[in-house]
């Protein structure tokens, strides 16, 4: 099983500061890594898929890297409407798994 | 506009079946560019995908012993849903559970979820 592992578990920022979150394979997934926006009481939703693309009306802000087994989830500048719990998830040999998630949270 | 629809009883006893249907409209789950997934989430905890199934048929599992060998995943393309099927449940099952349209098990689309709780 691929473990993936996100840091920091919370992450303390202001609005307008950029944020950096990472998550890192226990092997190499190629480019097969996407993530997910949570928001409390909502169903996770998509915002970046195959490490780098954007997904259908996500901002700009939002960009992903990485590839192998360390990848990169940058928001450039926070939105009040981005303090949220972001997810990592792998999909290599048909099996999928998620990080255990990093809190982004008002300072 | 796609839209997916979580439905089935929120409480279910030990040892028994849980059992969830995903009503999916605004799209057909024939379409052969998508998997179509579940994925729980225990209150206050992560994520945890369960399964997915092809339009084929084909189904894909989760293989962590917590989930081994008690899932079953099935289509019903004349109602347009899919279905979830959890034996033999325990407290540690207790969840909210969400069905998932999968590119390439990418879930792009998600439904509200569902919270199912295991208790007697």
């Known amino acids: 099983e691929i473990v993936l592992t996100q840091s920091p578990g919370t992450l303390s920022l202001s609005p307008g500061e950029r944020a950096t979150l990472s998550c890192r394979a226990s092997q190499s997934v190629r480019n097969y890594l996407a993530w997910y926006q949570q928001k409390p009481g909502q169903a996770p939703r998509l915002l970046i898929y195959?490490?780098?693309n954007r997904a259908t009306g996500i901002p700009a802000r939002f960009s992903g890297s990485g590839s192998g087994t360390d990848f990169t989830l940058t928001i450039s500048s926070l939105e009040s409407e981005d303090f949220a719990v972001y997810y990592c998830?792998?999909?290599?040999?048909?099996?999928?798994?998620f990080g255990g998630g990093t809190k982004v949270e008002i300072k | 506009q796609l839209q997916l629809q979580e439905s089935g009883p929120g409480l279910v006893k030990p040892s028994e079946t849980l059992s969830l249907t995903c009503t999916v409209s605004?799209?057909?789950?024939?379409?052969?560019?998508?998997?179509w997934g579940w994925i729980r989430q225990p209150p206050g905890k992560g994520l945890e995908w369960i399964g997915s199934i092809y339009y084929s048929g084909s189904t894909y599992h989760n293989p962590s012993p917590s989930l081994k060998s008690r899932v079953t995943i099935s289509l019903d393309t004349s109602k347009n849903q899919f279905s979830l099927k959890l034996s033999s449940v325990t407290a540690a099952d207790t969840a909210v559970y969400y069905c998932?349209?999968?590119?390439?098990?990418?879930?792009?689309?998600w439904g509200q979820g569902t919270l199912v709780t295991v208790s007697s």
């Open positions: 998932a349209r999968q590119w390439e098990f990418t879930g792009d689309h």
């Open positions: 605004g799209g057909s789950i024939s379409s052969s560019s998508y998997y």
């Open positions: 998830q792998q999909r290599s040999n048909w099996l999928v798994t």
């Open positions: 195959d490490a780098s």
